[in-house]
């Protein structure tokens, strides 16, 4: 299939470039943890904010999925809210004007993630923690993709013969198309992550 066949050699192409979004991304969420070692106030302060968000935020729909209980009901709110507001509005729309921004946000939700869900701290014990880490590696890996495919943009204007144009413009379009298609196996992961995260949740995370 032409679909898939483009979405490998796209990777093959710039391995570097996603290997080093890769460290850079999980590099952060470490930082997050060491952080979050030295200053336990700053995690506390941050499970507040998320646990605040969960009630009021763009969160909200997921805490109240909480509160149902119910498994699938619960995984969807979870997935919309990962693909709308965690990829398309806060990485992959804002970056086609600003590509850099891509790495920041991420860098940014990379560190919050560490400091909030690395080092145990009250209820969250390391036997919980545990088993959100992967929930962490699949929907962080998720959002690698999505910064990966953003950051291919500057590599479109900066050198377009790397995407067999002599024009900038028509090769940012070609890294836009890119974009999109990585899109999908950003959604695929999203989807299982969401499943995952939605029985981690419910029968790990947040039992007392």
Do not use: C
Request: charge should be neutral; charged fraction near 15%; hydrophobic fraction near 60%.
């Amino acid at each position: 299939m032409d679909l898939i066949k483009d979405i490998v050699d796209i990777f093959r192409k710039d391995w570097k470039l996603f290997a080093a979004v890769n460290v850079f991304y999980f590099g952060m969420l470490l930082l997050g943890g060491l952080i979050a070692l030295l200053r336990p106030d700053i995690q506390g302060y941050w499970l507040g904010v998320l646990a605040m968000g969960l009630k009021t935020g763009t969160l909200a729909p997921v805490g109240s999925a909480i509160e149902a209980g119910k498994v699938l009901n619960l995984a969807l709110q979870i997935f919309q809210t990962n693909i709308i507001n965690g990829t398309l509005v806060y990485i992959t729309i804002p970056s086609f004007i600003f590509p850099p921004w891509a790495l920041l946000l991420g860098g940014w939700r990379a560190l919050l993630w560490g400091m909030a869900f690395v080092v145990p701290y009250g209820r969250l014990t390391f036997g919980k923690l545990v088993f959100h880490y992967l929930t962490m590696l699949i929907e962080g890996e998720a959002y690698v993709i999505a910064i990966f495919a953003s950051m291919r943009l500057i590599e479109a204007l900066v050198w377009p013969s790397r995407f067999g144009e002599s024009s900038r413009v028509s090769a940012y379009v070609k890294a836009i198309i890119d974009n999109f298609k990585l899109l999908i196996v950003v959604a695929i992961i999203l989807a299982i992550g969401a499943v995952y995260e939605a029985f981690e949740l419910l029968f790990v995370l947040m039992q007392p």
